[in-house]
T-cell receptor, first 112, second 114 residues
């Protein structure tokens, strides 16, 4: 089991550009979570999906953020347009029922 | 919704000492309490967890205690080693939706000095 896989690991982009982060959950896990981590705000839950359906997106900071899960093995988090304050580490995590949430390695996003 | 508070924000100990990190939660329906360790530049990794039907759980040098009445839980690390240095996060979940939506504390930076 390769665990939760995120790509890219690092992303540097200019303000105003579109950024797409990708996540492949652990096979068999039916819940997927997107988190953002910054020094100031810690680990924030942005959105989560259950069986590919978005359940709660109340943590998404602005309309510039959107997330999709077209199938059980793939999810994207998109920021359009990006801003410097979006710079953070974005983690994806997956779980299934009572099993433990497992995190991907994260994407470090820098918006200049 | 759930709110998790974590203390202290930083903790410095000497190698071999014990370290205790405390968390409180607000939602009495919460029934699952994991602890994650995050080393610099790496992902949070689960180190121990406890469910509400248990008051204490131990795994080698790590133990977690839960007081449901007071709505607080603690992480205890004994015989600390330099490799225990990391940021530790507590979390709570009600799990009433069939999956674990975790609310995290703000983290404790533990530094173990040799």
């Amino acid at each position: 089991d390769a665990g939760v896989i995120q790509s890219p690991r690092h992303e540097v982009t200019e303000m105003g550009q579109e950024v797409t982060l990708r996540c492949k959950p652990i096979s068999g896990h039916n819940s997927l979570f997107w988190y953002r981590q910054t020094m100031m705000r810690g680990l924030e839950l942005l959105i989560y999906f259950n069986n590919n359906v978005p359940i709660d997106d109340s943590g998404m900071p602005e309309d510039r953020f959107s997330a999709k899960m077209p199938n059980a093995s793939f999810s994207t988090l998109k920021i359009q347009p990006s801003e410097p304050r979006d710079s953070a580490v974005y983690f994806c995590a997956s779980t299934s029922g009572p099993s433990r949430n497992q995190f991907g390695q994260g994407t470090r996003l820098t918006v200049v | 919704g759930e709110n998790v508070e974590q203390h202290p924000s930083t903790l410095s100990v000497q190698e071999g000492d014990s370290a205790v990190i405390k968390c409180t939660y607000s939602d009495s329906a919460s029934n699952y309490f994991p602890w994650y360790k995050q080393e610099l530049g790496k992902r949070p990794q689960l180190i121990i967890d406890i469910r509400s039907n248990v008051g204490e759980k131990k795994d080698q040098r790590i133990a977690v205690t839960l007081n449901k009445t007071a709505k607080h839980f603690s992480l205890h690390i004994t015989e600390t080693q330099p490799e225990d240095s990391a940021v530790y996060f507590c979390a709570a979940s009600s799990g009433d939706t069939g999956f674990q939506k975790l609310v995290f504390g703000t983290g404790t930076r533990l530094l173990v000095s040799p």
